[in-house]
């Protein structure tokens, strides 16, 4: 708690600028799982080495930021966005744990809430676990501070409620959708969170993309940049599909994965709130509803997700995640991806009206999917969500 308060006390002091710039890190005790000493499996990607991320880097990833983390060429930080949600995640994490690699996840406070066995099972593997926000809401950037405070400290508090323990939770997030603004940095920061943009992407939210144009995508996109941080999802279908592929060639092209942790045992992050509380959301509109009970606030389209129907519930993969506004990234030539656009156009009929709200629902069948689309198109602007 008191490293917590002096890292405040740095950053509003505008130390902390300082000490970006010196980008000074420290080493991590845990030891990084070797492909030479992986169990089982000699041939595996493994994880070459930790990093540890002190708090003098408030904000990553070159999509965003002008700063990224400090890898040599050749180096691969793998994050998965979205989860828990079983059985897609469950097998994410069989074929991470069959090539040894640890990656970072972030968790969406309410998924985690609902599976908290498997959020248990990504820590209890090794892996660092961030926080996506309590319900991933679909315009972050646009709501008001006292809903992004709730989506912020509700989410670290589910996260934490699920794995048993405030102090496993990193103090990394990942804004939904990357939907950032000055006002959510800030909150980040008081509460000092570490932003993780991303460096490149796989696109692996696109409905009915097939995981070989995941591999693709991304080992295309890795090998122009050199090295960075690769955002996937582990909710989809085709991103399980695409994984043994992806690792197998991260292999053949000599790159090399990265595992990032905090460079102090975390404790806890210090919220509004107290951590594990369950707490209503804010007072706000909610006047769309869809037969299953899910609420669609006017004027945001800040859609919180139904909880799914339990852990027999028949997952599937129909729908697509919500695009990323390509007007909060810093990339002036898109051919700094690869030459196009990674997301659907931001008009009435692209994917950005298909949010994760909608893979809860298809476990309920696509009429209801099909009544939230129709309320989403008539209330919300399709930006990016």
């Known amino acids: ?3 917590m308060r002096s890292t405040r006390a740095l950053f509003q002091n505008g130390f902390a600028a300082a000490l970006l710039a010196s980008a000074i890190w420290a080493s991590a005790a845990a030891s990084p799982a070797l492909a030479q000493e992986c169990p089982g499996n000699p041939n595996a990607l493994g994880t070459s ?24 060429d050749k180096e691969v930080v793998l994050t998965f966005d979205d989860g828990p949600l079983p059985p897609f995640s469950n097998q994410v994490l069989d074929i991470l744990a069959e090539q040894c690699v640890k990656v970072t996840y972030f968790l969406v406070g309410q998924m985690a809430q609902s599976y908290p066995g498997v959020a248990r099972r990504m820590y209890q593997e ?17 709501l008001p501070v006292e809903k992004v405070r709730w989506e912020i400290d509700q989410g670290i ?20 959708g990357l939907s950032r603004s000055p006002m959510i940095e800030d909150e980040a920061a008081a509460r000092s969170l570490v932003i993780f943009s991303s460096d490149t992407v796989a696109d692996d939210w696109h409905r009915h993309i097939k995981p070989r144009d995941i591999v693709s995508r991304a080992m295309s996109r890795l090998e122009k940049r050199g090295s960075g941080i690769l955002l ?22 000599g790159f090399r994965v990265v595992h990032v942790v905090p460079a102090e045992t975390p404790g806890r992050i210090e919220t509004v709130r107290e951590p594990g509380s369950l707490t209503p959301a804010p007072e706000g509109a909610a006047d769309l509803a869809d037969r299953t009970g899910a609420t669609y606030p006017a ?21 697509g995640l919500p695009a990323p506004d390509l007007r909060n990234l810093d990339v002036k030539n898109l051919s700094e991806i690869d030459g196009r656009a990674g997301w659907p156009p931001s008009r009435a009929s692209s994917l950005s009206f298909r949010s994760h709200a909608h893979r809860t629902l298809a476990a309920r069948r696509s009429a209801h999917v099909h009544t939230a689309l129709r309320k989403l198109r008539k209330y919300g602007n399709g930006k990016h969500v």
């Open 299 to 319: 004027g945001t389209a800040a859609a919180e997700w139904p909880k799914p129907a339990g852990p027999a519930a028949q997952t599937t993969d129909e729908t």
């Open 1 to 3: 708690m008191r490293s």
């Open 126 to 142: 090794g892996h660092t676990i961030g926080t996506h926000t309590e319900d991933h809401p679909l315009r972050m950037s646009k």
């Open 157 to 176: 508090a589910d996260v934490a409620a699920a794995l048993g323990d405030p102090n496993k939770v990193a103090p990394f997030i990942r804004i939904p």
């Open 232 to 253: 996937l999802h582990d909710i989809h279908k085709s991103t399980v599909a695409a994984l043994p592929e992806l690792l197998k060639e991260l292999k053949e092209k």
């Open 49 to 72: 080495r930790v990093l540890a991320l002190t708090p003098a880097l408030t904000q990553v990833g070159v999509m965003q930021y002008p700063q990224t983390l400090p890898l040599a």
